[in-house]
């Protein structure tokens, strides 16, 4: 079965430091794989999905398929990027079921 | 992109009663589905949500705890019955859309 696996619950940055938030994954096929955003008291929101390879908020990640890695990258981190970040794959032979990660809380202290 | 009106946003319920959750989606998908997350903890999918069809569970999940309704493409709702205070826990909503899936803004259950 596809598994995600972030391995920092908690990842703690000064402003301005650059950030690197893990995401490892488990499937041999051709994964569809996204970053989520879940600010303080709001909705999950969708930050990066590989196929489209943009960037956002000055986030961006790449997949590595030989290291089944989609790992987040920021050069600067700012304050208003703290959040709980979740990586999630969608395997299409499981009926477009998204599985996520544990997540990992990003703080950005001043 | 599409957006869930999703409610309640909270409640508190008495053990052994029912809560029903309702997801509005201001245009047609194709797939909805239901998520459980318990303090702490990352999302897990309860079920997928057809329209027309019943709903498909993921291990661990059974129709006649969380029977839901699906009665066409821009609604449904998860109902978590016969409640314990092991239900406590946010339930959450989401549709799949053309880049990705969204999601609605949760309900905080609290079982008493």
């Known amino acids: 079965a596809q598994r995600v696996t972030q391995p920092e619950k908690l990842l703690s940055v000064f402003k301005g430091a650059p950030v690197e938030l893990k995401c490892n994954y488990s499937?041999?096929?051709?994964?569809?794989l996204f970053w989520y955003v879940q600010y303080s008291r709001q909705r999950l929101q969708l930050l990066l999905r590989h196929i489209s390879r943009e960037s956002i908020k000055g986030f961006t990640a790449d997949l590595n398929k030989g290291e089944t890695s989609f790992h987040l990258k920021k050069p600067f981190a700012q304050e208003e990027d703290s959040a709980m970040y979740y990586c999630?794959?969608?395997?299409?032979?499981?009926?477009?079921?998204?599985?996520f990660g544990e997540g990992t809380q990003l703080t950005v202290n001043p | 992109s599409a957006v869930i009106s999703q409610k309640p946003s909270r409640d508190i319920c008495q053990r052994g009663t029912s809560l029903t959750i309702q997801c509005q989606v201001d245009?047609?998908?194709?797939?909805m589905f239901w998520y459980r997350q318990q303090p702490g903890q990352s999302l897990t999918l309860i079920a997928t949500?057809?329209?027309?069809?019943?709903?498909?569970?993921e291990s661990g999940f059974v129709i006649d705890k969380f029977p839901i309704s699906r009665p066409n493409l821009t609604f449904s709702t998860l109902t978590v019955s016969n409640l314990s205070p092991e239900d406590s826990s946010i339930y959450l909503c989401?549709?799949?859309?053309?880049?990705?899936?969204?999601f609605g803004s949760g309900t905080r259950l609290t079982v008493v």
């Open positions: 989401s549709g799949r859309t053309g880049n990705g899936y969204t």
């Open positions: 999630a794959l969608n395997v299409k032979t499981s009926g477009s079921r998204l599985t």
């Open positions: 949500a057809n329209q027309g069809s019943e709903a498909t569970y």
């Open positions: 245009s047609q998908v194709t797939m």
């Open positions: 499937y041999s096929g051709s994964p569809e």
